[in-house]
């Protein structure tokens, strides 16, 4: 009798499911790790706009010997303005012939809202958030 010759095509439903099973698991390790690389992301955006205000005000203050509420009066293209993702809503919510406070406030939901909401600056150089009182400082 003579032996059958049978090559083997394509690939099998386990092969497949081995491959779904690998694809699963980084899928699970790397989004949870992209979603908090977008939220430091947006926060740095907030901070870096945050630190432009303090900048111009001070530029602000030098040539008017006060410091303003106008965002546009420092550069701004609106009064508040949003960030360029959209995270974030900038003002300066208060000012007078002696400081000024600006605040970065959270717009959108998800996973990352509940971290940093707000960021402040004032005029005396004093830094905060809520509701966790590190945000500025953390890297991570």
């Not at 106008?70 to 012939?97: E, K, N, Q, R």
């Given at each position: ?89 900038i003002d300066v919510t208060s000012a007078d012939a002696t400081n000024y406070s600006a605040t970065a406030t959270y717009q959108l939901g998800g996973s990352e809202a509940g971290k ?25």
């Amino acid at each position: 009798m003579m032996p059958l010759k049978h090559r083997m095509r394509g690939i099998t439903l386990i092969e497949l499911m081995i491959v779904v099973v690998v694809v699963s698991i980084l899928a699970a390790v790397a989004f949870p790790n992209y979603q908090e690389f977008a939220a430091r992301a947006k926060r740095n955006e907030a901070k870096s706009a945050l630190l432009q205000i303090a900048t111009n005000q001070e530029r602000f203050y030098l040539n008017n010997n006060t410091f303003t509420q106008d965002m546009t009066a420092l550069g701004f293209s609106a009064d508040p303005f949003t960030t360029d993702t959209g995270s974030y809503v900038i003002d300066v919510t208060s000012a007078d012939a002696t400081n000024y406070s600006a605040t970065a406030t959270y717009q959108l939901g998800g996973s990352e809202a509940g971290k940093c909401l707000t960021f402040t600056v004032d005029g005396r150089g004093a830094k905060a958030s809520t509701p966790q009182g590190d945000c500025w400082e953390r890297t991570r």
